[in-house]
Nanobody, 116 residues
């Protein structure tokens, strides 16, 4: 099955930026919708952004205007550009396909910590 590896997380100050990457090891990446999710301590996992194979995008209201999801099908990679980061953005960020979400399958994610 497709393997997903998240990277790019780290510790940044409020107002800073990070770019998360999700590398997929599957030739079907180009026809697969991809989403970025996050889970903060004590909170439920939430969908942050999603992009379909056709390029349609959806964003959570909490990050709209600050984050951008985009994909490079030639590299089988989906990115999340995060700007104007806030402490409330602190969470473990995951990428996933719709199918794996339904299966309850998640990878290790990448930690994003925003200090005030």
């Amino acid at each position: 099955q497709v393997q997903l590896v998240e990277s790019g997380g780290g510790l940044v100050q409020a107002g800073g930026s990070l770019r998360l990457s999700c590398a997929a090891s599957s030739s079907i990446f180009s026809i697969t919708a991809m989403g970025w999710y996050r889970q903060a301590p004590g909170k439920q996992r939430e969908l942050v952004a999603r992009i379909t194979s056709g390029g349609s995008r959806n964003y959570a209201d909490s990050i709209k205007g600050r984050f951008t999801i985009y994909r490079d099908n030639a590299k089988n990679t989906v990115y999340l550009q995060m700007n104007s980061l806030k402490p409330e953005d602190t969470a473990v960020y995951y990428c996933n396909t719709d199918t794996r979400v339904q299966q309850g399958y998640w990878g290790q994610g990448t930690q994003v910590t925003v200090s005030s």
